[in-house]
């Protein structure tokens, strides 16, 4: 079955730290850069890190630069993101999901064609 | 600019036609992806491309773009329909690669 499976959300409290796993199974996962992206209660969806498939290349959002931490473990078929410095900001419903492109007169287009059911990660005193 | 701009909300009578748009700089290069999500569900993928749909997604959807503008059209709007729908496409200013609209509440009448 092709899914990709959250875990490790959690309450902590502010300035504290967390790591999130999302398991894949059911397609190479070594041939797909993978990506984060999260949603605050009640707001929108906001892009938060990706990651080549060989883990070579890695890029964050602004928000989250500096404090958020991706990987990957291709023998494990497995995606993490480690959290730090947390703030309440960082409070929302965290996806992985699978990234893949599609190139149309030589440019790549981006697309998110396999999600996860999410990781609440809660921030508070 | 670094944004895609989607309006907040808009209704459609049960089989008529809404179109949901995003606008932004980088869709002058760079094709809009289309996300259907339901209350306590996960995004689910329902354009990408130039008017591509993923296995499984009726052919009531589709996409397409002129200039900054990209468009997703659901055509005969059922009540299943009724959703948060998001634009995401590359970001052509900043140092992130990717971004999202700010999301459509669709609600069908």
């Known amino acids: 079955q092709v899914q990709l499976v959250e875990s490790g959300g959690d309450l902590v409290k502010p300035g504290g730290s967390l790591r999130l796993s999302c398991g894949a199974s059911g397609f190479a996962f070594s041939d797909y850069y993978m990506t984060w992206i999260r949603q605050a209660p009640g707001k929108g969806l906001e892009w938060v890190s990706y990651i080549s498939s060989s883990g070579s290349t890695i890029y964050y959002a602004d928000s989250v630069k500096g404090r958020f931490t991706i990987s990957r473990d291709n023998a494990k078929n497995s995606l993490y993101l480690q959290l730090n410095y947390l703030t309440a900001e960082d409070t929302a419903v965290y996806y992985c999901?699978?990234?893949?492109?599609?190139?149309?007169?030589?440019?790549?287009?981006?697309?998110?064609?396999?999600w996860g059911r999410g990781a609440l990660v809660s921030v508070s005193s | 600019s670094s944004e895609l701009t989607q309006d907040p909300a808009v209704s459609v009578a049960l089989g008529q036609t809404v179109r949901i748009t995003c606008q932004g700089d980088s869709l002058r290069t760079f094709y809009a992806s289309w996300y259907q999500q339901k209350p306590g569900q996960a995004p689910v993928l329902v354009i990408y491309?130039?008017?591509s749909r993923p296995s499984g997604i009726p052919d009531r959807f589709s996409g397409s773009s002129s200039g900054n503008t990209a468009s997703l059209i659901i055509t005969g709007a059922q009540a299943e329909d009724e959703a948060d729908y998001y634009c995401n496409s590359r970001d052509t200013s900043g140092n992130h690669p990717l971004v999202f609209g700010g999301g459509t509440k669709v609600t069908v009448l």
């Open positions: 999901a699978r990234a893949t492109s599609i190139t149309i007169f030589g440019i790549n287009h981006w697309y998110f064609d396999l």
């Open positions: 491309g130039k008017n």
